[in-house]
């Protein structure tokens, strides 16, 4: 067997923000399901502050949660495809060249699925986003109907993003999950261990984040 190296490829901030993430966008449809409108509103905003957070993780986070060191031109993603049957061992040290395109369709959705519910109105009840009295009652209805549709794209987006991570398993026999939940994985043959940056930076920017989505909530 080929001599691996145990290397953090995910910080814990990173990884705090997945699995919170998931559990936030299941609440957020559970919420307005069941017409916890209030609670709706409360998950849907956490979701923003998240998504912000992940933003500007991705400028002053760890190397391997960098925009910069994931975003590769899309000609690269598309050779990376190329390769998926190929059983090899697993040398990603983060997203791969097609996961870093995956990671920033899924972060677009969920900013665009945050804004218009802002925006939206449910006739029936009279329920209003926090900044439904910036608009006319077209845009907000507008706004409703995106806010609609993009959860429709939500799910067929992380549908895909399942899918995928189960065919890197079967085809290739890499786990991407584990290294999500406990951050590191083993790597064949030598690497440079990237730079992980403290937890401080990202309470801080967290902190940021959530004080921003309280003052557009509240103040606007
Ligand atoms: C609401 C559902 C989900 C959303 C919105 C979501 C979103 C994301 C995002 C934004 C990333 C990028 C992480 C980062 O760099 O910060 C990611 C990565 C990842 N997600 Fe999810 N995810 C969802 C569900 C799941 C589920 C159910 C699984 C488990 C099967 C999963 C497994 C992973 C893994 C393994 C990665 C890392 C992939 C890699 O190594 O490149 N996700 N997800
Ligand atoms: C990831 C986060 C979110 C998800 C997954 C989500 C999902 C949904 C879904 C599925 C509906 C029902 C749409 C329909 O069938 O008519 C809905 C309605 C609504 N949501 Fe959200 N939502 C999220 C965030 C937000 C946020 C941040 C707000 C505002 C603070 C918000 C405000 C509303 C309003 C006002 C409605 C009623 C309007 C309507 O029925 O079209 N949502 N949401």
Redesign the pocket.
């Known amino acids: 067997m080929a001599q691996t190296t145990k290397v953090r490829v995910w910080d814990a901030p990173t990884r705090c923000f997945h699995w919170t993430l998931v559990a936030l966008?299941f609440f957020?449809?559970l919420t307005?399901e069941k017409g916890w409108m209030e609670l709706?509103?409360l998950s849907?905003?956490a979701?923003?502050a998240l998504v912000l957070f992940r933003i500007g993780w991705g400028f002053v986070g760890s190397q391997t949660a960098r925009f910069a060191a994931f975003l590769k031109h899309p000609m690269a993603a598309l050779h990376h495809l190329k390769d998926l049957p190929k059983r090899e061992p697993d040398t990603e040290l983060g997203h791969n060249a097609a996961g870093g395109w995956m990671v920033l369709g899924l972060l677009g959705l969920?900013l665009l699925?945050?804004g218009t519910?802002?925006f939206?109105?449910?006739d029936e009840s009279f329920?209003?986003?926090?900044l439904r009295h910036l608009v006319s009652k077209g845009i907000s209805d507008l706004a409703?109907k995106v806010?609609?549709a993009s959860?429709a794209l939500?799910q067929i987006a992380v549908a895909l993003h399942v899918l995928a991570i189960m065919v890197y398993l079967v085809l290739k026999g890499h786990n991407l999950v584990r290294p999500m939940i406990l951050g590191t994985k083993e790597i064949a043959g030598p690497v440079t261990h990237p730079t992980m940056v403290g937890p401080l930076r990202a309470i801080v920017l967290l902190a940021v984040a959530a004080a921003a989505v309280w003052a557009l909530v509240h103040t606007i």
Do not use: K, R, T
Not at 127 to 130: M, R, T
């Open positions: 966008v957020c449809w307005q709706h509103f849907g905003e979701v923003l969920l699925q945050v519910g802002m939206a109105n449910d329920i209003e986003g926090p409703g806010h609609e959860f939500i």
